[in-house]
């Protein structure tokens, strides 16, 4: 890439290596601007007879050509790819999804010298229309061999970013007390309910029940014949483990056990097990407020139906310390 003076008249299709502004500080056309016919007739017309612009050599593509390539390979599901001024591509969220990040692959990504990308958490929630990540390039080009290394990587390993639509799922939610379950219910239901609405999903399927093995057990049958997307299990009391009365429970409906104990504060007693395909949570106290705790990590890609595993539970305690 070279910087040369031109003519104004001979610029249209260069690009600007520098922001230009009116005399009274507005700004008229930005740096890394192509300059069209109308730029020009809107130069001459400000009294510019000559700009300063750069031109791409052999083996460079411009800077927005370079991040609408990577952009287009590094994301996968409901995203749609903007252009933005400078440079930039964005990636849109086009429904309400869970983002899944692949930080080792970003990372080795962003190691390169010539194009960066941001990224919102992973496992995050996103309603539609919003920014799930932004590719940036350096400034005006890039050298094509290292376009085509990233490209490369890209298509070896696949997406950095999927965006996992949340269509309709459906929640069953099962209140539990050692006395009474009606009372777990009135304890938790409104915080319940509001962290739900955060979601954009109803509490499709409820029930209450004493903290009794069967009862529990027969409870989650029922739930669970109802097919939905996961279950939530709001006790009053903690449980020791997958031995106490949850955890029996859900073995008895023939759950797997995936995980007890999560590396999140608040939220670490955790325990999530899966029936087939369905999620089954239990995470004691978590349910009093809406105050952001280990549900809100682990609810939005199990709403995406995504099958969140022990291995990637452990990997919250990065950030895990929520309050």
Do not use: Y
């Given at each position: 890439m070279r910087a040369l003076t031109v003519d104004v008249k001979e610029s249209a299709g260069r690009?600007?290596?520098?922001t230009i502004f009116r005399p009274g500080g507005r700004k008229l056309l930005a740096k890394g601007h192509v300059i069209s016919?109308?730029?020009?007739?809107?130069?001459?017309?400000?009294?510019?007879?000559?700009?300063?612009?750069?031109?791409?050599?052999?083996?460079?593509?411009?800077?927005?050509?370079a991040v609408m390539k990577v952009a287009s390979e590094m994301g996968c599901g409901c995203v749609e790819i903007r252009p933005a001024a400078g440079g930039r591509a964005n990636l849109i969220a086009t429904e309400d999804c869970c983002l899944?990040?692949?930080?080792?692959?970003?990372?080795?990504i962003n190691c390169t010298?010539?194009?960066?990308?941001?990224?919102?958490?992973?496992?995050?929630?996103?309603?539609?229309?919003?920014?799930?990540?932004?590719?940036?390039?350096a400034p005006f080009a890039v050298a094509s061999a290292q376009l085509d290394a990233?490209?490369?990587i890209l298509k070896e390993r696949g997406p950095i970013l999927q965006a996992r639509p949340i269509r309709q799922p459906t929640l069953g939610v099962l209140y539990s007390d050692p006395v009474q379950g009606e009372r777990a219910r009135q304890l938790f239901e409104p915080a319940v309910k509001q962290r739900l609405e955060k979601y954009r999903v109803g509490q499709s399927f409820a029930l209450t029940t004493t903290e009794d093995e069967p009862l529990?057990?027969?409870?989650?049958?029922?739930?669970?014949?109802s097919k939905p997307t996961a279950i939530l299990i709001a006790?009053?009391?903690?449980?020791?483990?997958?031995e106490d009365v949850i955890g029996r429970a859900m073995a008895r409906v023939d759950c797997h056990i995936e995980r007890f104990l999560a590396p999140v504060e608040p939220g670490n007693l955790l325990l999530l097990g899966y029936r087939e395909d369905t999620p089954v949570i239990s995470a004691p106290g978590c349910f009093r407020s809406a105050k952001q705790n280990v549900v809100d990590l682990v609810l939005p890609p199990m709403l995406s139906r995504y099958r969140l595993s022990g291995w990637e539970l452990a990997t919250l305690g990065h950030g895990g310390l929520l309050g």
């Open positions: 690009i600007l290596c520098c016919e109308e730029d020009i007739r809107l130069l001459s017309t400000e009294g510019m007879d000559q700009v300063w612009v750069t031109e791409l050599e052999e083996g460079e593509v411009g800077e927005d050509a899944l990040i692949d930080d080792e692959l970003l990372r080795q010298s010539s194009v960066v990308i941001a990224t919102a958490l992973n496992f995050s929630f996103a309603t539609a229309g919003t920014r799930l990540a932004s590719v940036k390039s990233i490209l490369s529990v057990t027969r409870s989650l049958h029922h739930l669970l014949r006790s009053t009391t903690s449980p020791a483990g997958p």
